[in-house]
C-alpha cells in the first residue's frame, strides 16, 4: 500500500519559517519525482516545487529565493523547507509523487498538511 505521509504543518508569524517533510512508502522512491503543491480554498491548486530522483528542482517564481526542496533517497523523503513566509503562503501543502514513466507506476497524493501564516 503507498502511502505519502506529511507533517511538519502549523501557525507561524509572517517571516518565520517552517519545514515540512513527506514520507514515502510503498513506492521505489528512485523512480519518481516528488513535488509539494498547495491548494486555498477557491483557488486553484499550484505546484510549489518538484525534484527528481537526481534531484534536480523545479520552483515557482511566488516561492523562489524563499522555499528550497530537497529529498533524501535513503530515507524516501522529500522535505521544502519555507522561509520568510507571507500570508498568501497560507494553504493545505500537497505531497506528490509521479513516476519517471507511465510503466514505473500511477501518481500518488498525501493528505496534505494546513500551513496558516498570520500577518
Known amino acids: 500500500q503507498v502511502q505519502l505521509a506529511e507533517s511538519g504543518g502549523g501557525l507561524v508569524q509572517a517571516g518565520g519559517s517552517l519545514r515540512l517533510s513527506c514520507a514515502a512508502s510503498g513506492i521505489l522512491f528512485a523512480n519518481y519525482v516528488m513535488g509539494w503543491y498547495r491548494q486555498s480554498p477557491g483557488k486553484k491548486r499550484e505546484l510549489v516545487a518538484r525534484?527528481?530522483?537526481?534531484?534536480?528542482?523545479d520552483v515557482a517564481d511566488s516561492v523562489r529565493g524563499r522555499f528550497t526542496i530537497s529529498r533524501d533517497n535513503s530515507r524516501s523523503t522529500v522535505y521544502l523547507q519555507m522561509n520568510s513566509l507571507k500570508p498568501e503562503d497560507t494553504a493545505a501543502y500537497l505531497c506528490?509523487?509521479?513516476?519517471?514513466?507511465?510503466?514505473?507506476?500511477?501518481?500518488?497524493w498525501g493528505q496534505g498538511t494546513q500551513v496558516t501564516v498570520s500577518s
Open positions: 506528490a509523487a509521479q513516476p519517471l514513466g507511465p510503466r514505473l507506476g500511477n501518481d500518488y
Open positions: 525534484i527528481t530522483p537526481g534531484s534536480s528542482t
